[in-house]
């Protein structure tokens, strides 16, 4: 669900700043009688409900961290780095954050006491002085949207609550898909994704070593017809595994089915020396019309592509967390999110396999 944002004209705020610094200035003159100990008062008072600000944002930020931590949505050093990344400030405002520190230590020279105890003092002999500071603060620190950073846009655009586009497609994906193919609780004609590799696995002959269904997620979204375009043929379509039909929203036999793929351990030019490791292997489906739909042109197609790695790494986390709340799906299913460019170069989803292999101990 997209959220349509109310964004104030910056001339308003320019203009609500001018105003209230003279009337901030006007105060401190009103009460000092003195040209340069007004301006240096009124210097301060600003300095320092800045630093307020700049304290609170990046208590904020810190909040947002742990918060993502707990949440489990960091797994490893990029994701962290992507989300330190992603809450960093504008320009505008390390230039803002530099002048106030500075400021500060300047005045603590000049004053030759605690900066605490002098705007102490102001604020004794004038509050007025203070809200008046504290709201020219207020409406600069607006002004250079230091309060802004693409986790908070991303919040702000994509409703909380489980309604952003990523949770909608995992949901459909896992109820509509994988909760229908994946356990074995649909009776005779119906045994599961376990029984298919079971069947597979007696009519060919062969061994699938971890019988689950590895579902790419690849962070750009881009998933094509067949995996070996992808893989630089490392995958190799084999057969399908049995078909699954059931009748479906007016749809009579609907059919479901998988397809095995050969993993070449060693790359297509070393068959005869590497292994062959037979695989229930796909890409999510939502993420293919996922990326058709950022390609097309109607109107939300730009603030899909903007915000794709955060659509997608929730439809990871939100899929993820179905298959740990359905017990007879998540020992039969493998997700495997990964970055499929990093720094300008493909990553090849069959190496990716392979270290997932490799924590079944599958020999390659």
């Given at each position: 669900?997209?959220?349509?944002?109310?964004?104030?004209?910056?001339?308003?705020?320019?203009?609500?700043?001018?105003v209230l610094l003279v009337a901030f200035s006007s105060d401190t003159y009103h009460h000092s009688n003195h040209i340069g100990r007004s301006i240096q008062d009124s210097l301060m008072m600003l300095s320092v409900c800045l630093l307020i600000f700049i304290l609170f944002i990046l208590f904020y930020k810190m909040i947002i961290i742990f918060s993502e931590l707990l949440r489990g949505h960091v797994?490893?050093?990029?994701?962290?780095?992507?989300?330190?990344?992603?809450?960093?400030?504008?320009?505008?405002?390390?230039?803002?954050?530099?002048?106030?520190v500075c400021s500060l230590l300047l005045q603590s020279i000049n004053l030759n006491q605690n900066i605490y105890r002098a705007s102490l003092d102001i604020v004794t002999s004038s509050p007025l002085t203070m809200c008046w500071a504290f709201f020219s603060s207020l409406?600069?620190?607006?002004?250079?949207?230091?309060?802004?950073?693409?986790?908070?846009?991303?919040?702000?655009?994509?409703?909380?609550?489980?309604?952003?586009?990523?949770?909608?497609?995992a949901c459909s994906y896992f109820y509509g898909y994988l909760k229908i193919l994946l356990p074995a609780s649909g009776g005779i004609d119906r045994k599961g994704i376990l029984h298919a590799m079971e069947t597979y696995e007696g009519n060919h002959n062969v061994k699938i070593p971890v019988k689950k269904l590895f579902i790419l997620i690849p962070s750009s979204s881009y998933i094509p017809p067949d995996l070996r375009e992808i893989s630089s043929d490392w995958l190799e379509s084999a057969q399908m595994l049995d078909t699954v039909a059931i009748d479906r929203a007016g749809v009579k036999n609907r059919t479901y089915h998988n397809t095995i793929y050969i993993l070449h351990?060693?790359?297509?030019?070393?068959?005869?020396?590497?292994?062959?490791?037979?695989?229930?292997?796909?890409?999510?489906?939502?993420?293919?019309?996922?990326?058709?739909?950022?390609?097309?042109?109607?109107?939300?197609?730009?603030?899909?592509?903007?915000?794709?790695?955060?659509?997608?790494?929730?439809?990871?986390?939100?899929l993820k967390d179905l298959l740990e709340d359905n017990p007879d799906c998540r020992d039969y299913c493998e997700l495997v999110y990964y970055e499929d460019n990093v720094d300008g170069h493909h990553v090849n989803p069959a190496h990716v396999l392979l270290e997932r292999l490799a924590k079944y101990n599958v020999r390659a």
């Open positions: 669900m997209i959220l349509q944002q109310t964004v104030v004209p910056p001339y308003i705020d320019i203009i609500l700043f001018v797994e490893n050093a990029h994701d962290l780095i992507s989300l330190l990344t992603n809450l960093n400030f504008n320009s505008h405002s390390w230039i803002l954050i530099s002048i106030t409406i600069l620190v607006d002004l250079i949207n230091m309060f802004h950073c693409r986790v908070s846009t991303v919040a702000t655009i994509f409703s909380s609550g489980g309604l952003d586009p990523g949770t909608a497609m351990s060693k790359g297509p030019n070393e068959k005869k020396t590497g292994i062959a490791i037979h695989l229930a292997v796909e890409g999510a489906t939502p993420l293919k019309t996922f990326s058709e739909t950022q390609h097309s042109v109607h109107r939300y197609a730009p603030l899909y592509r903007e915000f794709n790695q955060e659509i997608i790494h929730n439809f990871y986390t939100t």
